[in-house]
């Protein structure tokens, strides 16, 4: 699946909850025709809330049903500090969307990091390293593990994960998981996926919506100097297995180039 990342615009974020709805249901049954569960791994933002809203609406078929009981549930980037922190992505995720699962619906499983050795990031980010190992299996048989999707924010400058621009974390080759003690975003500490693992997953999807986010995608897809910003070596990477989800505001005036397909419920 070569190509351009694919790009799906929606005048109010009602409408782009439901294709997003509809695009996490297709890896969700891929995911499980694949290997019998679903692995995605998530970002913090606004993401968690804009996850609830399209996946907690109530299926209107049994196509649309989410089962979370075959969900594992990994974090794409997480701070370093302890799990009920206002900063813990993990707190937002499960305020916003874990909290909310009706019971009769199946519980996911969670992966957080692990909070005992929040003094040294870069061991929270070698175990969140183990856990994806025994997750995905070995890591000698498994180069690289493969998640059945990636959802991701993008920043006001461009970052994504916490990979941020023009940091030597973009160069990482060797790790899967990688501390970052240095964030231009607070808090300093965190641990991130690394891009090769990021752009090596089945599907990566952005969601960005409102219009502060006009300038960075303008740049991103439009101009030569956006090419090395995260959210773009993202695109450049994953090519036509990422696509973004963002509503009209967030593109006003960008220059895209067109998507070869009718939605994200048709086929890639
Ligand atoms: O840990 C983080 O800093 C977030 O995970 C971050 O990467 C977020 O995804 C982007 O900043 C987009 O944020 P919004 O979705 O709120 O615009």
């Given at each position: 699946m070569d190509g351009q990342p694919h790009l799906y615009s929606f005048p109010t974020s009602t409408e782009l909850c439901k294709l997003l709805r509809t695009y996490v249901g297709r890896c969700e049954k891929a995911g499980l025709t694949r290997h019998g569960v679903f692995k995605i791994a998530v970002s913090g933002g606004s993401l968690p809330k804009t996850l609830a809203t399209a996946l907690l609406a109530?299926?209107?078929s049994e196509d649309e049903k989410i089962h979370w009981d075959k969900w594992e549930i990994f974090f794409a980037d997480e701070r370093a500090v302890a799990l009920d922190h206002a900063d813990s992505n993990y707190c937002l995720l499960k305020s916003e969307l874990l909290d909310k699962i009706p019971a009769s619906e199946g519980v996911p499983a969670v992966h957080p990091i692990d909070?005992?050795?929040?003094?040294d990031t870069q061991e929270v980010a070698d175990r969140y390293e183990q856990l994806l190992v025994k997750s995905f299996a070995s890591r000698d048989s498994v180069k690289l593990p493969i998640f059945d999707l990636v959802l991701l924010g993008c920043g006001?400058?461009?970052?994504t994960c916490s990979l941020f621009p023009g940091h030597e974390l973009l160069r990482e080759q060797n790790a899967w998981v990688a501390p970052i003690e240095d964030s231009p975003k607070p808090p300093p500490c965190r641990i991130t996926l690394t891009l090769p693992v990021v752009v090596h997953a089945v599907h990566i999807a952005f969601v960005a919506t409102g219009a502060g986010k006009k300038d960075i995608l303008k740049e991103i897809f439009e101009l030569e100097s956006g090419r090395s910003l995260p959210c773009a070596m993202v695109n450049e990477g994953a090519k036509g297995r990422c696509s973004w989800f963002v509503d009209d505001p967030a593109v006003e005036g960008v220059a895209f180039p067109p998507t070869p397909d009718s939605g994200p419920d048709s086929d890639e």
């Open positions: 109530p299926s209107t909070t005992d050795v929040l003094n006001p400058d461009g970052h």
